[in-house]
């Protein structure tokens, strides 16, 4: 009905223990709450205090006994093996009781830590789930991570045990995992007592005797694991996300609050059921691939896709069309970077028509700004939904969305809509005063947060406090600039450090990103604030080209300086471009635009360890020093 969510929305902001009660009450709790949220706990309020719980035992068990046994709870899709595999609740269960019992037999209790550093295989949902199934915490490191980044997180994690695999598998090429895992530990200060290795087909892995022993021996060996009860505020998992000081950050989530916000998340976010088939088309190294491959979907009793693969190249950019079309999907979420791939390899969709898509019903995109020209084309061709959503690795879930399963609201290009419940999101000036419809500011939520939230960071409440609540009290800073308008949507424009001044102007990198987007030879784009003696900053735009452009790169650039002085006025002073043939990005997709910063500037700068490809940056500072930029920078 119309205005429902509204109704919703107020209730959740005025009355969120009855809310969330309602919420929590549709899982599963060996103990209910003594308090649905504690205001006066530190570092900041907590929820469903005094519940005990098990994370696991509401993903799988309670599914089987809800009669879903039979059901498939995931489906393996490896196009870069040639494999598909299908494991009902029922298997999937027994193989991480199974595997929760042999790294309880080699010491692994209650409360100690795991890394799991994992390519995108069945194993590494295993591996999640059965920590959290004998009330470990878990680690995931991006499979591939190189040894000295991986290293930090060892130290920093502490781990009793790490989950690996011999190899994971990038497009056609193999990497071994094992080297890279053996360089780490012999870096790292802290050494992990035990070392399980799936070995796959395409390496294998050398064993060190005494720490290494081969992950399906130890199963097969191993007495099945019951689930243990833990209290709802312990840690299920720590998700390490990088620091502007070199030094990760261990993103705390909780096993109460987390299974509660992702349970309502699917139905009321993602408008899917128990039985739907769901695909979040990320990785487990990211929190979307924690979130939206292993515990919402599971959570909710739906079917959930593990995919090994790209958008584009595995075999080509009908990739997303033949397993959405395969498996019955029903939702996709994904990052805008990957669709831009998509258009740019097949700009006019021309291989979606080899595929029956009639079961789709709605694509969501998150990880950066979706511009607007790649949303309109996905709505274009798919003819569903194309819904954008705004969250954080910090958050767990959304701050922002459409809540399609509630009432699908009106699109506005640019914007990812409305507050979802539970999320009380302003925007304050440098002094924390709200600032008026319309214009851009911080991007804050009111505390409290809702539950799935970061409660603190690992071992380091002071870290958390600083970086979250010191600069605005009273509210969780976000990080992101942006401004919310008349109809209470929220605009989510850049990071509050790509908000550039010129000449005492400020402007935001990401409206300049819309207008370079739009562009019809445009296929993917970043503008970033360089230094100028005069005007402070001046925006310079990057831009890779559609496939099958064959126009000389001056006469682009020069459309697109006067699309953005048509479309935002000669006050942005956006005057140089160049074209590059690709943008450098984390694996993720998130556009390392600080970087980019850094080496126009002449300044030096570190590698992200996140890059998805290093190569790239001596790319850029090359087409930067063809335009006058770069000139002394160095990178490491």
């Not at 395969?326 to 791939?341: D, E, I, M, N, S």
């Not at 694996?587 to 390392?592: A, D, E, P, Q």
């Not at 500037?601 to 090359?622: F, N, Q, R, V």
């Amino acid at each position: 009905m119309p205005g429902r969510y509204q109704d919703i929305y107020a209730q959740s902001i005025a009355d969120r223990e009855t809310f969330w009660a309602d919420a929590a009450n549709a899982l599963s709790w060996d103990k209910k709450w003594d308090k649905v949220i504690d205001l006066d706990a530190k570092p900041v309020p907590r929820w469903f205090v005094g519940g005990m719980v098990n994370t696991c035992y509401n993903a799988l068990d309670r599914q089987i006994e809800e009669g879903r046994g039979a059901q498939n709870a995931l489906i393996y899709d490896s196009p870069v093996t040639d494999t598909v595999a299908h494991y009902t609740y029922t298997e999937l269960r027994d193989e991480v009781a199974k595997l929760a019992g042999a790294m309880r037999a080699r010491g692994v209790a209650k409360g100690d830590l795991v890394i799991i550093y994992m390519p995108m295989i069945p194993q590494a949902a295993m591996a999640m789930l059965a920590c959290a199934r004998i009330g470990a915490i878990h680690s995931v490191v991006f499979g591939g991570f190189a040894a000295h980044e991986l290293a930090t997180r060892i130290n920093d994690a502490k781990p009793k045990l790490i989950l690996s695999a011999s190899c994971g598998i990038e497009g056609s090429r193999v990497i071994a995992y094992k080297p890279l895992l053996d360089r780490a530990i012999e870096q790292a200060t802290h050494n992990p007592e035990t070392v399980f290795v799936w070995q796959r087909p395409q390496a294998t892995a050398e064993m060190n005797d005494g720490r290494d022993f081969d992950w399906a021996d130890e199963c097969a060996a191993a007495s099945p694991a019951d689930c243990v009860s833990v209290a709802a505020t312990d840690p299920l998992y720590v998700l390490y996300t990088s620091g502007t000081t070199g030094q990760p950050k261990g993103v705390v989530r909780d096993n109460g609050g987390h299974m509660v916000a992702l349970h309502w998340s699917m139905r009321n976010i993602y408008g899917v059921s128990a039985g739907d088939v769901f695909w979040a088309a990320s990785d487990v190294g990211w929190v979307v691939g924690h979130s939206y491959i292993v515990y919402g979907p599971l959570l909710a009793g739906c079917t959930t896709v593990m995919y090994e693969g790209k958008p584009v190249g595995t075999p080509d950019a009908g990739a997303f069309w033949r397993v959405i079309s395969q498996h019955g999907v029903k939702a996709l979420f994904t990052a805008p970077t990957a669709f831009r791939a998509i258009k740019r390899d097949d700009p006019n969709a021309e291989l979606m028509k080899n595929y029956d898509l009639s079961c789709f019903e709605a694509l969501y995109l998150a990880g950066e700004r979706s511009d607007p020209d790649t949303l309109q084309w996905a709505e274009r061709h798919l003819q569903v939904p194309v819904i954008d959503h705004w969250w954080q690795t910090e958050t767990g879930w959304s701050i922002c969305a459409n809540p399609r399963g509630i009432e699908l609201m009106p699109i506005k290009y640019g914007s990812p809509t409305v507050a979802v419940c539970g999320w009380d999101v302003r925007v304050v000036d440098e002094g924390c005063h709200e600032v008026p419809r319309g214009k851009i500011g911080a991007l804050v939520a009111k505390l409290p947060l809702p539950p799935g939230t970061l409660p603190t960071l690992w071992q380091n409440d002071e870290r958390f406090v600083s970086s979250y609540l010191a600069e605005y009290p009273g509210y969780y800073a976000t990080g992101d600039a942006g401004f919310i308008d008349e109809d209470g949507y929220i605009y989510v424009m850049s990071r509050t450090d790509d908000i550039i001044n010129v000449a005492g102007h400020r402007l935001s990198t990401g409206a300049m990103e819309e207008v370079l987007s739009g562009h019809q030879d445009v296929a993917e784009c970043a503008v970033i604030g360089v230094h100028d003696d005069l005007k402070g900053q001046v925006p310079l735009g990057f831009l890779v080209l559609k496939a099958g452009v064959n126009r000389p790169d001056e006469e682009v650039v020069a459309e697109v300086i006067a699309m953005v002085r048509d479309q935002i006025g000669p006050v942005a002073a956006f005057k140089q471009a160049t074209v590059v043939d690709r943008l450098p990005k984390t694996r993720s997709g998130k556009i390392l635009r600080r970087t980019m910063r850094s080496i126009a500037d002449g300044e030096s700068y570190k590698t992200p360890a996140t890059i998805d490809d290093p190569a790239i940056l001596p790319e850029i500072t090359t087409a930067l020093r063809d335009i006058g930029y770069a000139r002394e920078a160095a990178g490491n």
